[in-house]
């Protein structure tokens, strides 16, 4: 009798819960992805094997906002793109709704809608400009993880304006038909699993066009000892946007320097640098060839005694 009695008064206390039957819950949706984009986020998941299931309502903001996604007859992966977001995180609940109005446990997951505040704050890819004899030569820094791509645009040898993209797994990239003396860049973003893609701010960057590796053939004509042979690499190093410098002839280790301008009708202006005295350079034509852009020079420096130097300096 003390069992039977302990039982009964155990079956009054959940009799109030039981009113209305066992309580049921609808199955759950899985695999639930958020894929981040420009002031949205797309919902993924996928659906529950349940029949009874009439919809999955997606809530955020404390359950102040949601949206409805229906079911479909194939039971795979469902999706909806909630538009319209402020840039900041998100949390999630998915729930799975039965005929009767039976309610699921909740998923939940965390997600980012991204904005202009994020995409001003992304880096353009570094890059180092060199002239080639192939073109002009793009050396990039390590890409980022979402960097997907570079844009370049520049001034192609009809005087056009040209872009090319440049994936992120290119760290060399040789622009063959380059005319201009800048560049624009811009990169290319998306987030992690993202559906956006996202812009760095542009970034203008002007080179000397004639800055690079050279190779220098030819003579110097010395006054008491006579002539000898110049053939040697050199590097036209960028002193600004207009000139170049290298060594004097093959005088590189003594600090006997020059710097070259390449005039608007392609005549070359010479003049002394490091330790080089002076520089005459009325022996003869002083011109940049731009079709097999070399350098070709006659000067001398030490008026008391002059050193003619001929020499052309090739691009390599």
Same mark, same amino acid.
């Given at each position: ?35 981040? *984009? ?34 479909? &007859? ?26 009767? *109005? ?12 991204? *904005? ?48 090319? &993209? ?27 699993? *993202? ?122």
């Amino acid at each position: 009798m003390a069992v039977f009695t302990s039982c009964a008064k155990m079956d009054n206390t959940y009799q109030p819960f039981l009113a209305d039957g066992e309580r049921v819950y609808p199955g759950k949706p899985s695999q639930i992805e958020l894929h981040p *984009g420009r002031n949205r986020i797309e919902v993924q998941f996928q659906q529950n094997l349940d029949p009874n299931i009439v919809k999955y309502v997606i809530y955020w903001n404390d359950r102040n906002d949601s949206v409805i996604v229906l079911p479909t &007859s194939t039971h795979g992966l469902l999706k909806t793109t909630i538009t319209g977001l402020k840039e900041q995180s998100y949390n999630f609940e998915i729930v799975s709704f039965d005929k009767k *109005g039976n309610s699921s446990i909740e998923e939940l997951k965390s997600g980012k809608a991204y *904005g202009t505040t994020y995409e001003s704050e992304l880096l353009t890819r570094g890059v180092n400009i060199g002239n080639t004899l192939a073109g002009l030569e793009l050396s990039f820094s390590t890409a980022e993880t979402t960097n997907i791509s570079t844009e370049v645009t520049y001034t192609n040898t009809s005087g056009q304006i040209a872009t090319v &993209s440049v994936p992120s797994s290119v760290d060399i990239y040789t622009i063959p038909d380059n005319a201009g003396k800048q560049i624009e860049l811009k990169s290319t973003f998306i987030p992690s699993n *993202g559906i956006d893609k996202f812009y760095s701010p542009l970034a203008v960057k002007t080179f000397n066009a004639y800055a690079g590796k050279y190779q220098s053939k030819g003579v110097l004509h010395h006054p008491t000892s006579g002539d000898r042979s110049i053939n040697e690499a050199k590097v036209l190093s960028q002193i600004t946007d207009e000139i170049v410098q290298c060594n004097l002839g093959d005088l590189g280790a003594s600090n006997y320097l020059m710097r070259l301008k390449v005039n608007a009708d392609f005549s070359v202006t010479i003049t002394p640098a490091g330790v080089t005295p002076d520089i005459d350079q009325h022996w003869g034509a002083n011109y940049y060839d731009p079709v097999t852009k070399s350098f070709h020079l006659f000067y001398s420096y030490n008026t008391a005694a002059p050193r003619k130097i001929e020499e052309t300096i090739t691009l390599q």
